[in-house]
């Protein structure tokens, strides 16, 4: 007996590569319990459509033309708060893996993901769960084991922090210290108490664990 069109899970995708949206329309509207209601390269055309309002799930890539993935996640969760968005993209690092997830992504999928995983994770979407990548679901696990404030010896000052956030933004110690009124060795002062406390050797590191942990939200 087939579907009606209420019983369907109805999908919208945003993704601008061409070939792996068509693919992705195709291997999921050969499902008898899936529609796909149609497909964007932007975030921008997909939220000027009416069918977003139709959708039950959106599967939707990080980097788009225009608004982000990750900034496309927020508007629907304003928006639509109640419509779950499955993140499908090639970025395994922490911070989009995060900043998705805290922006209110239900999952994280890379795009190498198999046809089978894909319908699955939409199936699982669908009925509440968070679909994600082995090895993202492992980066998630991963940041719940990390000390709590309790097990850490020593936390880091407010300063500390406010030093933390503007490395991550990639500025100098000079750029730093016109921000954070101190010198440019008070700022090197400061991020050598930062690196020892969070066990890092280099900027790169200390900006990973700073986000990781959550201290600090370099785009938010």
Not at 14 to 33: A, C, H, K, Q
Not at 76 to 95: G, N, R, Y
Not at 127 to 148: C, E, L
């Amino acid at each position: 007996m087939q579907n009606t069109v209420n019983e369907l899970i109805k999908i919208v995708i945003v993704e601008d590569n061409r070939y792996m949206r068509e693919g992705w329309s195709t291997i999921l509207d050969f499902e008898p319990d899936f529609v796909v209601l149609d497909s964007f390269e932007s975030c921008e055309e997909a939220f000027d459509s009416e069918v977003i309002a139709k959708a039950n799930i959106v599967l939707m890539d990080i980097e788009l033309p225009g608004m982000s993935g990750i900034e496309g996640v927020k508007y629907l969760q304003k928006e639509h708060p109640d419509l779950p968005v499955i993140m499908a993209t090639v970025f395994d690092d922490d911070k989009n893996v995060f900043d998705a997830l805290c922006a209110g992504a239900v999952g994280y999928l890379m795009k190498k993901v198999s046809p089978e995983d894909l319908k699955q994770a939409i199936r699982d979407a669908e009925a509440g769960g968070s679909p994600m990548t082995p090895n993202i679901a492992r980066k998630v696990i991963t940041t719940f084991h990390q000390p709590t404030e309790e097990e850490d010896v020593e936390q880091l000052k407010e300063r500390e922090l406010e030093i933390l956030e503007e490395l991550a933004k990639g500025k100098s110690y000079a750029a730093i210290g016109e921000v954070v009124y101190l010198s440019v060795d008070g700022v090197r002062y400061h991020i050598r108490n930062i690196y020892r406390k969070l066990q890092v050797n280099t900027r790169s590191e200390a900006v990973s664990k700073g986000i990781s942990r959550r201290l600090i939200h370099p785009d938010s």
